[in-house]
């Protein structure tokens, strides 16, 4: 099923495309090893853990993109639903260790699950209550073999679970460690959901080994309600452990809890218009193969009866057991439009077309085409903008997809341009639409109660074009009104998002090209927000001033929209801030593995433990101490939380700090918490044309402010680093040197003036249809450059007002020579001289010089000591002029070099994808705006400013810092994460300086003659020694144990011992495998440099395709055929021919056999 609907929910709750694997046999198959993809050139995609499937069985595989391989091979329901508990009801506290194993609770009641009254779901019935306790006993052997564990919970209103007496659930209720009273309510409201057909809530135990005792272990459960008068309690709790081995006398699963339970999720998920889908076995071979096609939404497809050829569409599927409902052999087709959808200068005759007999139903109004819909007869004239949508039914197939093309007639933009398309009812019915107030709105703005206050959805067909008039995608979608106060503006803001009960679980294109991101789950169509209509660009202005620092923050397109083909005006197109947002601008951060958090510690996704934990560790310690300070910083990243407190200081942003907060941290070991900058509109003067002479540095430091907008829980964080001497002094230097580059007034006013001309032909028009004039907008815009022609005097002022700080002075830096290297100042990498900025008296600033390649640092002139480097020196004078000196260095010898790959680590000892450089120049290099990337031109990491490698010193690129971290704690000199990982057969490998000259680069693989160790046993690939040649695989060995990261290879050999790597002459093997289907790879050795041409013929004689044509070094070299001819076409079965030439005096021809 590739557009599950509402089929079935995977354990997040999520509702994923999913893929049913089937054992036809009489014995059971072992499916460790065996891969599962949607690439037919990447069989191996995502590979089975060891899995026995039993004969004539079912295993059911979310095809998610979640990856998760790793699930016991047993459930067992340790505790199931009427297991008999022991309970006390609290009209009293309860004795202080009721929740340890030891208690003695023979004292109290004994009855069954569930506990409670009031709504029929309760075999144990009690008095109505604010709180019961109940406790349930059970023996467990070897802890050991506990691999996971989950409670699961119905309850009514609120929970907290303990096991051995460690509080390991709780819901709706207070703080997690702190002991509810007997007397607490729940804090809201919560009705229990399996009496109404729904299920238990899942609470996984991560920790279960270390919690649970040999022998008797106590499950304690604490239930609450929401106050004295509530009409009914529920506790209905089970506990599930999973191990490999099914435990004495196990009672199993309890099949109510088998959809909520950890399933396997592959790397990729399944696209709606269909893919090929191979199940490949260990050795290679094709177990099965299917290309889906286009299913519409919960629609699957599925053989009948069970393990047949015969394949039925079923609109009721039965994913993970037999195929038993009634299925239909076809789907209507799409119909077929005369036109695509664009911009047309004139009238066009549209005609429509489908198979003989099928019916053609179409509407004009953006309505979905039902069968009510008109029926096709003859051609549609188009003369204005307009959305057509059609289907086709017939009567013996499922209905097939749905069409919309909107056609734009004499319509011009200088803007991408949207399409939006729904049913006129989803948005201005009195009633239902979201676009409205409805009959429930307050009379007074922003109209609380109106229909767009409702969380309601509904849906609707996007389509995007650029602003050449090409088609960027187009996709059926839901749609939410977005926003706050500025929900009650005429122009409203749109949530899109791309759900699998629509047909398109993502939006499949490159929306922004600021940013590497080609899928999004949803996106926003913004009004501009408190901005509307004053300049409509206020937010993305401000955000996108920190386009070259460290900060989360949303991408920004304007575009024009228009509504059932009715313009609708210029909206700011921008990443929705969500888990999904966090993951696409973090890779590999998974969605559904962050603690995402808003304001005071709400939690909106994850937990907000170890927020809270910070917090208390802030509180209780002394910041001075340089211990205290480097764990804050553990938890927290402190630079990037630095960052984005300046910015919304200098922005002036006074819907803040006590709303619009949002930050997040990745679950891992290491996972540090990062702030999210979005929702500026309150800054730049949007209220106050004077603006920029506000304190927003006191407001933001205030100990009593108000509960809106700057309430003391808000202050608090920044309140407490800057009492830290370390945190204190940074932030006022990062001040100084944002104000002395990113926010100039001379580089924000260019900001502004080229975003203003990017909408001003859009002005205009905008404003006829919403109202406003082009004049006031361009006063508008003036008031954002008068903020930022006289921002900065006055904040320099609140710098040194609210930190005691005596004055400022200007300090100047020059290079000698020109060309001998670059300064870092601070936080500042300067590479064009004369450099000057402002900065404070008796604060300590730093200065570090870096000989470009070829030079060697030689001192200081103007300050002291002039040998140091870097150095520390003191403001105390209005100028200051200081020249880092440079002389050549004759020992110079060379780049970078790729020295250690760890490309496909062992599953005991993960720490994800790194790669190891070594500073192989005999200087120091600063990498920063140096990149790397793999095969694929968009998997890019650009090594951040102030990047310095010293003289033979190493660097390590990891795809997840935390995992690094959490594997090899001893190593510092580590960056990422890089956003993409390496791949596990091979491929090539780059390193460019900001350039883009290639410094160096190489294609490993994982099979003979490269070590083949490193591929998933466990060891690193390493290079011996770092002068050798690292494109040969001879230069490379298996490292001992798991690589060593960040110092010298422990297969380092010296030059004498590393010389004889060399083939001896040229050859060329036999391909392996031979016959094959479908890829196969060629090997040949090459003794010198040569220019090489590796070519396919047929048995005719005739070239089928050149797979090498230029110069190699000396080495061997492998080369993997695909089967496909130059156009991408696959050839047939039969035998081929493989010439080698390689230089002037080598050639050599092998046969191979391609077999189907």
Known sequence: MSSNGTTLQDEDGDTPDWIEIYNPGPASVDLGGFGLSDDSTDLFRWTFPPHLLSPQNHLLVFASGKDRRS???VWETQIDWGDEWRYFVGVAEPPADWRQPGFDDSSWPSGPSGFGYGDGDDATVIPATISCYIRHTFTVGDPATILRGFLHVDYDDAFVAYLNGSEIARANIGTPGIIPHYQQWSDDYREAQIYQGGLPDAFPLDNIQSLLQSGENVLAIQVHNYGPTSSDMTMIPFLTLGMDISPPGANGLNPLLASLLPHMHTNFKIKAEGEIISLTAPGGQLADQLESGYLPVDISLGRQPDGWDNWLYFSEATPGVSNTTSGIAGIAPEPQFSHPGGFYSGVIALTLSANPGDAIHYTLDGSFPTPDAPTYSGAIVISATTVVRAAVYNSGQLPGRSVTHTYFVNENSTLPVISLSTDPGNFFDNDSGIYVLGPNADPAFPYFGANFWQDWERPLHIEM????????FSIDAGTKIFGGWSRGHAQKSLSIFARSRYGYSEIDYPVFPDKPIAQYEALVLRNSGNDWPITLFRDPLMTGLLDHIDTDRQAYRPAIVFLNGQYWGI???????????VAANHPPVAPNRVDFLENDAQVLEGDNSHYLSLLDYITTHNLNDPVS?????????????????????????TDWPGNNIKFWRPQTPGGRWRWILFDTDFGFGIFDPQAYLNNTLAFALETNGPAWPNPPWSTFLLRRMVSSVYFRNNFINRFADLLNTEFQPARVIERIDQMAAVLAPEMSRHYSRWGGSVSEWQANVQVLRDFASNRPSYIRAHIGSQFNLSGMGQVSVSTSPAAGGKVQLNSLLLSNFPWSGYYYYNVPQTLTAIPNPGYRFAGWDGITPAMENPVSFLLNQSSLYITALFEPDSTFQGPVVINEINYNSAPAFDPEDWVEFYNNSGAELDLGGWYFR???????YTFPANTLLPAEGYIVLCRDTSL??????????????MGFGLSGGGELLRLYDPG?????FLTYDDVAPWPVEPDGEGPTLALKNPNLDNALPGSWAAS???GTPGVINDVFVGMDAAAAVLPQGFSLEQNYPNPFNPATVISYQLSVVSDVKLEIYNLLGEKIITLVDRRQGAGAHLVRWDGRDASGSRVGTGIYFYRLEAGKHYTAVRKMVLLK
């Open 71 to 73: 699930i016991p091979r």
């Open 465 to 472: 074009f650029e602003s050449d008039g090409s088609l960027a």
């Open 571 to 581: 909206h700011n197109i921008r990443e929705k801030v969500n888990e999904h947002f």
């Open 629 to 653: 300070y480097e764990y804050v910083n553990s938890q927290m990243e402190v630079a990037q939380f630095r960052d984005y407190e300046i910015a919304q200081v200098y922005f002036d942003n």
């Open 934 to 940: 793999d095969e694929e031109d968009i998997h890019t």
């Open 964 to 977: 690094f971290r959490a594997r090899f704690p001893g190593v510092n000199n580590y960056l990422g994460n």
């Open 996 to 1000: 883009g000259t290639l410094v160096d």
């Open 1040 to 1042: 001992a144990a798991y």
